[in-house]
């Protein structure tokens, strides 16, 4: 029997070769096309919707200064690797620079993802089922955490990486090689985290089925393609970045968050990132029938940490099944690839932060584990069969009321800001954009200290320094004197300073070392020459002060 023979058809689940009519067949066709619009239109809902989440700013303002003419690590630090800035400053070049239009990448990556989801559910699953986990990829994957990182980039390469050594297994084409290998390394060159973990995961998998044998044996045709899909993108970036002097400060950045990011960013597997207050809303504020609704609302942000842990669950029992030449599923083949990959991307979550948002981005992959528990005709035993009707029920109703409260957020909006980049809206007032774009200059250098880069992108100001962000305990004291060396050789007429950051660090960062609180060089810097004008808020209600250097001349007021 071929090994690749289990996954080498898939049509509708339990159809035979005689019994596939063209029209079931150009019906499969027409499902992942209806997947990717209804899901777009969904995910272009909130495109000016935003609460100024801060790590939104990070890949737009790398991106802007891609179009300014710097280089990463060169001319700006950063420790992600380049491919985020690169693809949305190209993004920007080609169809306009405004915060709607990067979320409508955001939009599209979101919506692929979505039709991947359902073509891998739908290897073992029945159509519905296959949509349904798709539409659970969009409402509480990307529509959960609509913002421009890059891990979504990094997360729609991943899956690509995973369908193609799917469909590799399948036919044993060197194209399927290739573009597996290529997308494995363009996910390295997006998110270097991911990308280990994607490589690790699928290198794991071929090591067991080549062991078991269920692997179709490689040619050397297969090793060339897939040594110039990895090399490929490698090389490239390498030679971009060695033009422009950059490659050993390159590699350097690229490996820094080895000894800077694992301390102040690690938290309890699963971590929930809630402040005192949320907790409190869930629950303890209200009736308890809501309190109820509240919890079964939020239940979803549990169950998704255990998906990879069943995932891992099921590549362990698998292995040993194979390992003794017991009978395994039909489908062996594909299970292990998938549940190998999925372990690799968890060992990338677990080894850098494992919080829910962290899942979250994995959440094409995760619900395809969802999808099996769910759907599988393969997956599980009697009682899972029995248990499926009321499991099927409580994740439609809670993935749907977690849906629901995300888009009645965005929808109920109706706070409409004017910003340089175009219209937003945000739940909340905000004061800091109108105030900061009616007294600075676009492109002038204007410092947003510590944490919120969204501010300098939206009001098209620059920071004066190499930092677009500072966070405590994981950026060093060394980096904060580069930033006082910055304001001082080059002073910006003004600054928007949180002094009350602090109060988001235990929720955030709870990692975070004591003495990078309590030892601020730039804080210290900003008091010492700036003075207050204006108080400021934003719609989340954390309070900015406006100053200007001390010598220097307030603005006047402006009415808010």
Not at 36 to 50: D, E, G, K, M
Not at 223 to 252: E, K, Q, W
Not at 255 to 269: F, G, K, L, R, S
Not at 314 to 335: E, M
Request: with cysteine; glycine share 6%; proline share 6%.
């Amino acid at each position: 029997m071929n090994p690749s023979a289990t996954l080498r058809d898939p049509s509708p689940v339990g159809a035979t070769e005689a019994g596939t009519t063209s029209a079931t067949r150009r019906w499969e066709r027409v499902v992942p096309v209806m997947v990717f619009f209804a899901c777009l239109a969904y995910l272009c809902i909130p495109l000016r919707y935003s609460t100024l989440e801060p790590d939104e700013g990070i890949v737009l303002q790398g991106a802007e200064r891609v179009l300014h003419g710097q280089v990463p690590y060169r001319d700006f630090f950063t420790f992600y690797t380049p491919g985020s800035f690169y693809l949305l400053a190209l993004w920007f070049r080609i169809f306009g620079d405004s915060f709607a239009l990067a979320r409508a990448s955001i939009a599209i990556v979101g919506a692929i993802c979505s039709v991947l989801t359902y073509l891998l559910a739908r290897r073992v699953c029945s159509v519905g089922m296959a949509v349904f986990v798709a539409v659970l990829a969009t409402i509480a994957g990307t529509g959960f955490r609509f913002l421009v990182l890059h891990n979504w980039y990094s997360t729609l390469l991943s899956c690509l990486a995973l369908y193609a050594a799917l469909r590799f297994l399948e036919n044993s084409k060197t194209v399927w090689a290739f573009v597996c290998a290529w997308c494995a390394s363009l996910t390295f060159l997006f998110e270097q985290s991911k990308g280990a973990g994607v490589c690790l995961g699928l290198a794991l998998g071929v090591v067991i089925l080549h062991f078991s044998s269920r692997m179709p044996r490689l040619s050397k045709a297969h090793f060339n393609a897939i040594t110039l899909g990895f090399a490929g993108p490698l090389l490239l970036t390498f030679a971009y970045f060695s033009a422009r002097h950059a490659t050993g400060i390159m590699v350097r950045c690229w490996i820094w968050p080895v000894n800077h990011y694992t301390q102040a960013n690690h938290v309890p597997y699963g971590f929930q990132n809630w402040t005192d207050n949320a907790r409190a809303a869930i629950f303890h504020n209200g009736p308890l029938w809501t309190r109820f609704v509240k919890v079964v609302a939020i239940s979803p942000n549990i169950v998704i940490p255990v998906l990879p842990l069943i995932a891992l669950g099921l590549l362990l029992y698998l292995v040993t099944q194979v390992w003794r030449r017991k009978t395994v599923s039909p489908s062996a083949d594909y299970y292990i690839l998938v549940c190998s990959t999925l372990s690799g991307l968890l060992a990338s979550v677990v080894i850098a932060r494992a919080d829910i948002l962290h899942f979250i981005y994995l959440a094409p992959f995760l619900y395809v584990v969802l999808a099996w528990i769910l759907g599988s005709s393969e997956f599980g035993g009697h009682w899972l069969r029995v248990l499926r009707p009321y499991l099927s029920l409580y994740v439609t109703i809670a993935f749907g009321l977690l849906g629901m409260a995300i888009l009645l957020q965005a929808t109920g909006s109706r706070n409409r800001i004017e910003t340089r980049r175009g219209v937003i809206t945000t739940g909340g007032k905000d004061s800091v954009i109108e105030y900061v774009q009616s007294h600075v200059d676009p492109e002038s250098k204007f410092l947003v200290y510590p944490y919120l880069p969204l501010y300098n992108y939206l009001t098209a100001t620059l920071s004066p320094s190499r930092y677009d962000y500072f966070q405590p305990g994981m950026n060093t004291r060394e980096q904060s004197l580069q930033i006082v060396a910055s304001l001082e050789s080059q002073p910006a007429k003004a600054v928007l300073f949180e002094p009350w950051f602090a109060e988001k660090i235990a929720n955030s960062w709870p990692g975070t070392p004591l003495h990078a609180i309590a030892d601020d060089p730039v804080g210290d810097y900003i008091s010492r020459n700036y003075r207050v004008c204006q108080l400021l808020n934003s719609p989340d209600g954390w309070h900015f002060q406006y100053m200007v250097r001390k010598g220097g001349k307030c603005p006047a007021p402006v009415s808010m």
